[in-house]
Protein backbone atom coordinates (compact mmCIF):
# COMPACT_ATOMS: atom_id res chain seq x y z
CA UNK A 1 0.00 0.00 0.00
CA UNK A 2 2.76 2.40 1.13
CA UNK A 3 4.96 1.27 -2.13
CA UNK A 4 1.44 2.34 -4.21
CA UNK A 5 1.23 5.89 -2.70
CA UNK A 6 4.97 6.13 -3.56
CA UNK A 7 4.35 5.43 -6.96
CA UNK A 8 1.23 7.33 -7.24
CA UNK A 9 3.14 10.33 -6.53
CA UNK A 10 5.92 9.87 -8.93
CA UNK A 11 3.53 11.31 -10.95
CA UNK A 12 2.92 14.23 -9.35
CA UNK A 13 5.43 17.99 -9.63
CA UNK A 14 7.84 17.99 -8.24
CA UNK A 15 6.87 20.50 -5.48
CA UNK A 16 3.81 18.77 -4.80
CA UNK A 17 6.01 15.46 -4.64
CA UNK A 18 8.48 16.60 -1.87
CA UNK A 19 5.05 18.06 0.17
CA UNK A 20 3.38 14.86 0.16
CA UNK A 21 6.69 13.08 1.07
CA UNK A 22 7.16 15.43 3.86
CA UNK A 23 3.25 14.81 5.04
CA UNK A 24 3.71 11.44 5.09
CA UNK A 25 6.74 10.97 6.89
CA UNK A 26 5.43 13.58 9.18
CA UNK A 27 2.91 10.62 9.67
CA UNK A 28 4.83 7.82 9.67
CA UNK A 29 6.24 9.44 12.92
CA UNK A 30 3.29 10.63 14.44
CA UNK A 31 1.29 7.26 13.14
CA UNK A 32 0.98 5.92 16.69
CA UNK A 33 -0.21 8.86 18.40
CA UNK A 34 -2.10 9.92 15.82
CA UNK A 35 -3.65 6.47 15.80
CA UNK A 36 -5.71 7.77 19.09
CA UNK A 37 -7.68 10.20 16.98
CA UNK A 38 -9.28 8.06 14.57
CA UNK A 39 -13.00 6.24 14.71
CA UNK A 40 -12.54 3.40 17.43
CA UNK A 41 -15.23 1.15 19.28
CA UNK A 42 -14.03 1.39 22.14
CA UNK A 43 -10.63 2.08 24.37
CA UNK A 44 -7.06 0.73 23.28
CA UNK A 45 -5.09 -1.94 25.24
CA UNK A 46 -2.65 1.08 26.20
CA UNK A 47 -5.30 3.75 27.36
CA UNK A 48 -7.12 0.66 29.24
CA UNK A 49 -3.72 0.12 31.20
CA UNK A 50 -2.85 3.80 31.63
CA UNK A 51 -5.95 4.33 33.52
CA UNK A 52 -6.38 1.18 35.62
CA UNK A 53 -3.68 1.99 37.88
CA UNK A 54 -3.95 1.31 41.60
CA UNK A 55 -6.61 1.15 43.06
CA UNK A 56 -7.85 4.44 44.88
CA UNK A 57 -6.33 6.71 42.37
CA UNK A 58 -8.47 5.17 39.23
CA UNK A 59 -11.68 3.95 38.74
CA UNK A 60 -10.58 0.81 38.12
CA UNK A 61 -8.25 -2.06 38.82
CA UNK A 62 -6.19 -3.93 36.29
CA UNK A 63 -5.07 -7.45 36.66
CA UNK A 64 -3.46 -9.77 34.54
CA UNK A 65 -4.81 -13.16 35.06
CA UNK A 66 -2.41 -16.03 35.64
CA UNK A 67 -3.61 -19.24 36.97
CA UNK A 68 -3.10 -18.09 40.48
CA UNK A 69 -6.06 -15.42 40.14
CA UNK A 70 -8.63 -18.52 38.69
CA UNK A 71 -8.05 -20.44 41.51
CA UNK A 72 -8.30 -17.42 43.98
CA UNK A 73 -11.62 -16.68 42.16
CA UNK A 74 -13.13 -20.52 42.21
CA UNK A 75 -12.06 -20.45 46.10
CA UNK A 76 -14.25 -18.38 46.92
CA UNK A 77 -17.76 -19.08 45.86
CA UNK A 78 -20.74 -16.96 45.90
CA UNK A 79 -21.86 -17.81 49.69
CA UNK A 80 -25.45 -15.16 50.04
CA UNK A 81 -27.03 -17.26 52.60
CA UNK A 82 -24.51 -17.02 55.03
CA UNK A 83 -25.36 -14.07 56.29
CA UNK A 84 -29.20 -15.39 57.25
CA UNK A 85 -27.81 -18.44 58.41
CA UNK A 86 -25.74 -17.11 61.24
CA UNK A 87 -28.84 -14.95 62.13
CA UNK A 88 -31.02 -16.62 64.47
CA UNK A 89 -33.14 -18.68 62.51
CA UNK A 90 -35.84 -19.18 64.69
CA UNK A 91 -38.14 -23.11 64.51
CA UNK A 92 -41.52 -22.92 63.99
CA UNK A 93 -43.45 -22.15 67.06
CA UNK A 94 -46.61 -24.34 68.30
CA UNK A 95 -47.94 -21.46 70.73
CA UNK A 96 -51.32 -20.31 69.62
CA UNK A 97 -50.61 -16.44 68.45
CA UNK A 98 -52.92 -13.62 67.05
CA UNK A 99 -54.60 -14.45 63.62
CA UNK A 100 -54.10 -18.16 63.93
CA UNK A 101 -57.19 -20.30 62.15
CA UNK A 102 -58.01 -22.95 64.91
CA UNK A 103 -60.89 -25.82 64.94
CA UNK A 104 -62.44 -26.61 67.98
CA UNK A 105 -63.96 -29.80 68.77
CA UNK A 106 -65.88 -30.23 71.75
CA UNK A 107 -66.78 -33.67 72.82
CA UNK A 108 -69.41 -35.09 75.72
CA UNK A 109 -69.34 -38.48 77.25
CA UNK A 110 -72.46 -40.88 76.77
CA UNK A 111 -75.74 -38.64 76.59
CA UNK A 112 -76.59 -35.96 73.24
CA UNK A 113 -74.41 -34.08 71.20
CA UNK A 114 -72.34 -31.23 73.14
CA UNK A 115 -74.50 -28.52 71.53
CA UNK A 116 -77.67 -30.57 70.80
CA UNK A 117 -76.90 -32.18 67.92
CA UNK A 118 -74.48 -35.03 66.61
CA UNK A 119 -70.97 -34.27 65.03
CA UNK A 120 -69.23 -35.77 62.27
CA UNK A 121 -66.58 -36.79 64.63
CA UNK A 122 -68.70 -38.99 67.21
CA UNK A 123 -67.35 -42.10 68.24
CA UNK A 124 -69.32 -45.17 70.35
CA UNK A 125 -70.27 -43.74 73.54
CA UNK A 126 -69.64 -40.42 72.24
CA UNK A 127 -71.18 -37.23 70.80
CA UNK A 128 -68.98 -34.71 69.50
CA UNK A 129 -69.05 -31.29 67.55
CA UNK A 130 -66.54 -28.91 65.52
CA UNK A 131 -67.16 -25.44 66.03
CA UNK A 132 -67.44 -23.44 62.74
CA UNK A 133 -63.17 -21.89 62.24
CA UNK A 134 -62.47 -19.60 64.39
CA UNK A 135 -59.75 -16.66 63.87
CA UNK A 136 -57.80 -15.71 67.53
CA UNK A 137 -58.34 -12.07 67.98
CA UNK A 138 -56.39 -8.71 68.48
CA UNK A 139 -56.88 -9.60 72.13
CA UNK A 140 -55.95 -13.22 71.79
CA UNK A 141 -59.31 -14.75 72.10
CA UNK A 142 -61.91 -16.58 70.64
CA UNK A 143 -65.37 -17.10 71.23
CA UNK A 144 -66.75 -20.53 72.45
CA UNK A 145 -70.89 -21.01 72.63
CA UNK A 146 -71.89 -21.10 76.48
CA UNK A 147 -68.61 -19.97 77.74
CA UNK A 148 -67.53 -16.64 75.92
CA UNK A 149 -64.58 -15.33 75.56
CA UNK A 150 -62.15 -17.62 76.36
CA UNK A 151 -57.90 -16.41 76.23
CA UNK A 152 -55.99 -18.44 74.25
CA UNK A 153 -52.87 -16.45 73.01
CA UNK A 154 -49.28 -18.31 73.59
CA UNK A 155 -50.76 -21.20 74.19
CA UNK A 156 -49.77 -24.45 73.07
CA UNK A 157 -52.97 -26.46 71.41
CA UNK A 158 -52.80 -28.95 74.88
CA UNK A 159 -52.89 -26.20 77.30
CA UNK A 160 -56.14 -23.99 74.97
CA UNK A 161 -57.88 -27.31 74.45
CA UNK A 162 -57.76 -26.91 78.56
CA UNK A 163 -58.46 -23.17 78.78
CA UNK A 164 -61.46 -24.41 76.71
CA UNK A 165 -62.58 -27.03 78.64
CA UNK A 166 -62.24 -25.19 82.19
CA UNK A 167 -64.44 -22.32 80.40
CA UNK A 168 -67.13 -24.79 79.93
CA UNK A 169 -67.18 -26.15 83.39
CA UNK A 170 -70.42 -26.14 85.07
CA UNK A 171 -72.36 -25.39 81.76
CA UNK A 172 -71.28 -29.07 80.05
CA UNK A 173 -71.04 -32.06 82.08
CA UNK A 174 -67.75 -33.47 81.59
CA UNK A 175 -66.68 -31.83 78.55
CA UNK A 176 -63.58 -32.74 75.98
CA UNK A 177 -61.95 -30.12 74.37
CA UNK A 178 -59.36 -30.35 71.34
CA UNK A 179 -57.98 -27.38 69.65
CA UNK A 180 -56.03 -28.09 66.23
CA UNK A 181 -54.44 -25.26 64.74
CA UNK A 182 -55.27 -24.90 60.90
CA UNK A 183 -53.19 -21.79 59.53
CA UNK A 184 -50.83 -19.61 61.64
CA UNK A 185 -49.47 -16.35 60.67
CA UNK A 186 -47.01 -16.79 63.03
CA UNK A 187 -45.32 -19.99 61.63
CA UNK A 188 -45.93 -19.22 57.54
CA UNK A 189 -43.21 -18.21 54.96
CA UNK A 190 -44.60 -15.93 52.57
CA UNK A 191 -43.54 -17.08 48.04
CA UNK A 192 -43.80 -14.44 45.19
CA UNK A 193 -42.93 -14.08 42.36
CA UNK A 194 -41.92 -16.66 39.40
CA UNK A 195 -44.07 -19.92 41.29
CA UNK A 196 -46.53 -21.58 40.19
CA UNK A 197 -48.59 -21.05 43.36
CA UNK A 198 -47.35 -18.01 45.00
CA UNK A 199 -49.10 -17.46 48.54
CA UNK A 200 -48.74 -18.02 52.30
CA UNK A 201 -47.50 -21.32 53.54
CA UNK A 202 -47.28 -23.23 56.86
CA UNK A 203 -43.84 -24.22 58.42
CA UNK A 204 -43.58 -27.65 60.12
CA UNK A 205 -41.08 -29.35 62.10
CA UNK A 206 -40.32 -30.98 59.07
CA UNK A 207 -40.92 -29.18 56.34
CA UNK A 208 -39.31 -25.87 56.86
CA UNK A 209 -36.30 -25.51 54.17
CA UNK A 210 -36.32 -23.25 51.53
CA UNK A 211 -36.91 -25.81 48.55
CA UNK A 212 -40.17 -27.29 51.34
CA UNK A 213 -41.39 -23.82 50.72
CA UNK A 214 -40.54 -23.83 47.00
CA UNK A 215 -42.77 -26.98 46.47
CA UNK A 216 -45.49 -26.00 48.23
CA UNK A 217 -45.31 -23.10 45.83
CA UNK A 218 -45.62 -25.28 43.02
CA UNK A 219 -42.17 -24.99 41.95
CA UNK A 220 -40.86 -22.49 39.61
CA UNK A 221 -41.92 -21.18 36.73
CA UNK A 222 -39.12 -20.86 34.40
CA UNK A 223 -35.95 -22.71 34.15
CA UNK A 224 -33.80 -22.50 37.58
CA UNK A 225 -30.62 -21.00 35.43
CA UNK A 226 -32.84 -17.69 34.44
CA UNK A 227 -34.52 -17.35 38.16
CA UNK A 228 -32.78 -15.52 41.21
CA UNK A 229 -34.12 -16.11 44.75
CA UNK A 230 -33.88 -13.67 47.38
CA UNK A 231 -35.23 -14.85 51.02
CA UNK A 232 -35.65 -11.52 53.31
CA UNK A 233 -35.44 -12.25 57.04
CA UNK A 234 -36.42 -8.85 59.24
CA UNK A 235 -33.94 -6.27 57.93
CA UNK A 236 -31.50 -8.60 56.46
CA UNK A 237 -31.78 -10.17 53.27
CA UNK A 238 -29.52 -12.78 50.48
CA UNK A 239 -30.10 -13.74 47.05
CA UNK A 240 -28.84 -16.70 45.22
CA UNK A 241 -29.73 -18.55 41.78
CA UNK A 242 -32.20 -21.26 41.96
CA UNK A 243 -29.88 -23.25 39.64
CA UNK A 244 -27.13 -23.08 42.61
CA UNK A 245 -29.87 -24.03 45.00
CA UNK A 246 -30.71 -26.96 43.30
CA UNK A 247 -27.09 -27.90 43.52
CA UNK A 248 -25.59 -27.12 46.53
CA UNK A 249 -27.26 -28.79 49.78
CA UNK A 250 -25.75 -26.22 51.77
CA UNK A 251 -28.23 -23.31 50.43
CA UNK A 252 -31.27 -25.17 51.13
CA UNK A 253 -31.22 -23.34 54.50
CA UNK A 254 -33.86 -23.70 57.27
CA UNK A 255 -37.05 -20.86 56.73
CA UNK A 256 -37.74 -18.75 59.75
CA UNK A 257 -41.57 -17.86 60.62
CA UNK A 258 -42.22 -14.95 58.62
CA UNK A 259 -39.54 -15.30 56.19
CA UNK A 260 -39.89 -13.98 52.88
CA UNK A 261 -39.26 -16.20 49.29
CA UNK A 262 -39.04 -13.82 46.38
CA UNK A 263 -37.95 -15.75 43.21
CA UNK A 264 -37.62 -12.99 40.64
CA UNK A 265 -36.44 -13.55 37.03
CA UNK A 266 -32.67 -12.82 36.39
CA UNK A 267 -31.45 -14.06 32.92
CA UNK A 268 -27.75 -14.45 33.12
CA UNK A 269 -25.88 -13.19 30.22
CA UNK A 270 -22.56 -11.49 29.08
CA UNK A 271 -21.94 -8.68 26.21
CA UNK A 272 -18.85 -9.26 23.96
CA UNK A 273 -17.87 -6.60 21.26
CA UNK A 274 -15.17 -5.32 20.26
CA UNK A 275 -12.31 -7.26 17.91
CA UNK A 276 -14.46 -10.48 17.61
CA UNK A 277 -15.96 -12.33 15.28
CA UNK A 278 -19.59 -10.73 15.87
CA UNK A 279 -20.27 -9.18 18.93
CA UNK A 280 -23.17 -10.46 20.51
CA UNK A 281 -24.95 -10.85 24.25
CA UNK A 282 -24.60 -14.25 25.06
CA UNK A 283 -26.49 -16.33 27.77
CA UNK A 284 -24.83 -18.48 30.40
CA UNK A 285 -27.10 -21.56 29.44
CA UNK A 286 -25.21 -23.58 31.63
CA UNK A 287 -24.20 -23.69 35.25
CA UNK A 288 -21.00 -22.31 34.24
CA UNK A 289 -18.85 -20.35 31.13
CA UNK A 290 -15.47 -19.63 30.89
CA UNK A 291 -14.20 -17.20 28.54
CA UNK A 292 -12.66 -19.42 26.00
CA UNK A 293 -16.22 -20.68 25.93
CA UNK A 294 -17.88 -17.04 25.65
CA UNK A 295 -15.28 -16.20 22.76
CA UNK A 296 -15.77 -19.52 20.84
CA UNK A 297 -19.41 -18.52 20.76
CA UNK A 298 -19.27 -15.43 18.50
CA UNK A 299 -16.58 -17.04 16.11
CA UNK A 300 -13.21 -15.80 18.26
CA UNK A 301 -11.40 -12.91 17.92
CA UNK A 302 -10.96 -11.16 14.35
CA UNK A 303 -7.76 -11.99 13.29
CA UNK A 304 -7.19 -9.10 11.24
CA UNK A 305 -7.61 -6.53 13.97
CA UNK A 306 -7.78 -8.17 17.63
CA UNK A 307 -4.81 -7.40 19.76
CA UNK A 308 -4.82 -11.06 21.17
CA UNK A 309 -2.44 -9.84 24.07
CA UNK A 310 -5.23 -8.11 25.75
CA UNK A 311 -8.49 -9.70 26.52
CA UNK A 312 -10.41 -7.62 28.61
CA UNK A 313 -13.05 -8.26 31.03
CA UNK A 314 -14.57 -5.85 33.43
CA UNK A 315 -16.42 -6.63 36.20
CA UNK A 316 -17.64 -5.15 39.83
CA UNK A 317 -16.24 -7.78 41.79
CA UNK A 318 -17.18 -9.30 45.30
CA UNK A 319 -15.21 -7.45 48.08
CA UNK A 320 -14.18 -10.99 49.36
CA UNK A 321 -13.09 -11.88 46.14
CA UNK A 322 -10.65 -8.50 45.38
CA UNK A 323 -10.10 -8.19 48.90
CA UNK A 324 -8.01 -12.21 48.62
CA UNK A 325 -6.92 -10.90 45.35
CA UNK A 326 -5.14 -7.75 47.47
CA UNK A 327 -7.31 -4.95 45.79
CA UNK A 328 -8.58 -2.43 48.49
CA UNK A 329 -10.67 -0.04 47.17
CA UNK A 330 -13.02 2.47 48.58
CA UNK A 331 -16.32 2.57 48.87
CA UNK A 332 -18.68 4.44 46.40
CA UNK A 333 -22.46 4.89 47.68
CA UNK A 334 -24.68 3.11 45.47
CA UNK A 335 -21.54 0.98 43.43
CA UNK A 336 -22.01 -2.86 43.98
CA UNK A 337 -18.69 -4.63 43.85
CA UNK A 338 -15.12 -3.41 43.11
CA UNK A 339 -14.51 -2.30 39.47
CA UNK A 340 -11.64 -4.56 38.10
CA UNK A 341 -10.93 -5.55 34.66
CA UNK A 342 -9.22 -8.40 34.54
CA UNK A 343 -6.71 -9.03 31.27
CA UNK A 344 -6.07 -12.04 29.54
CA UNK A 345 -2.73 -13.02 26.92
CA UNK A 346 -3.96 -15.18 24.01
CA UNK A 347 -0.94 -14.63 22.30
CA UNK A 348 0.55 -16.68 24.80
CA UNK A 349 0.24 -20.02 24.64
CA UNK A 350 -0.73 -20.13 28.27
CA UNK A 351 -3.11 -17.60 28.15
CA UNK A 352 -5.43 -20.64 26.05
CA UNK A 353 -4.81 -22.73 29.42
CA UNK A 354 -6.17 -19.71 31.50
CA UNK A 355 -8.62 -18.48 29.51
CA UNK A 356 -10.45 -21.97 29.80
CA UNK A 357 -10.17 -21.95 33.40
CA UNK A 358 -11.02 -18.58 33.77
CA UNK A 359 -15.08 -18.36 34.42
CA UNK A 360 -17.20 -15.11 33.27
CA UNK A 361 -20.36 -14.66 35.76
CA UNK A 362 -23.09 -12.47 34.80
CA UNK A 363 -23.27 -9.06 33.14
CA UNK A 364 -19.65 -9.23 32.75
CA UNK A 365 -18.56 -7.29 29.83
CA UNK A 366 -15.83 -8.72 27.53
CA UNK A 367 -13.89 -6.82 25.33
CA UNK A 368 -11.03 -7.63 22.58
CA UNK A 369 -9.18 -3.77 21.55
CA UNK A 370 -7.89 -3.81 18.06
CA UNK A 371 -4.33 -4.15 17.78
CA UNK A 372 -1.90 -0.92 17.37
CA UNK A 373 -1.11 -1.92 13.79
CA UNK A 374 -4.69 -2.05 12.63
CA UNK A 375 -4.87 1.27 14.13
CA UNK A 376 -1.75 1.88 12.13
CA UNK A 377 -3.32 0.52 9.02
CA UNK A 378 -6.41 2.47 9.08
CA UNK A 379 -4.12 5.91 9.65
CA UNK A 380 -2.28 4.66 6.10
CA UNK A 381 -5.70 4.16 4.71
CA UNK A 382 -6.16 7.73 5.21
CA UNK A 383 -3.29 8.89 3.98
CA UNK A 384 -3.54 7.41 1.12
CA UNK A 385 -6.81 8.21 0.36
CA UNK A 386 -5.70 11.71 1.12
CA UNK A 387 -2.55 11.34 -1.22
CA UNK A 388 -4.98 9.64 -3.90
CA UNK A 389 -6.85 12.86 -3.78
CA UNK A 390 -4.15 15.11 -3.97
CA UNK A 391 -3.06 13.11 -7.57
CA UNK A 392 -6.53 13.25 -9.00
CA UNK A 393 -6.88 17.27 -8.30
CA UNK A 394 -3.46 17.76 -9.92
CA UNK A 395 -4.31 15.74 -12.90
CA UNK A 396 -8.07 17.37 -13.19
CA UNK A 397 -6.10 20.69 -12.86
CA UNK A 398 -3.33 19.83 -15.78
CA UNK A 399 -6.29 18.71 -17.36
CA UNK A 400 -8.03 22.09 -17.50
CA UNK A 401 -11.38 19.83 -16.15
Not at 104 to 131: D, K, L
Not at 296 to 305: C, E, F, K, M, V
Not at 316 to 342: C, D, M, N, Q, T
Request: net charge neutral; glycine share 8%; with cysteine.
Amino acid sequence: MVASLFKNMNRLPSWRRALSCFAIYSALLAGLSACSTLPEDGPSAYNVAKDGGHAGKHFYTLLDVDYRITQVISSNPIEPLTTLTEAPAARPSDLIAVGDTLSVSIFQPGGGPAFGQQGAGQESGQAGESQPKVVVDRDGEIQVPFAGEVSIVNLTPDQASAAVRGALKGKIPNPQVIVTPIASPRNSVIVIGEVRSPGRFPLGANSDKLLDALAAAGGPTKPARDLALTVVRGDQSATISVATLLQDPAENIRLSPRDQVRVTSSPRKVDVFGAVGKGSQIAIEDETLTLAGALSRIGGLNPQLANAQSVLVFRFERPEVAKALGVSFPEVPGLKGVPIVYRVNLRDPSGYFIANKFEVVADDLIYVPTASSAELLKFFNIVNAAGQFVYDASVTKSLGL
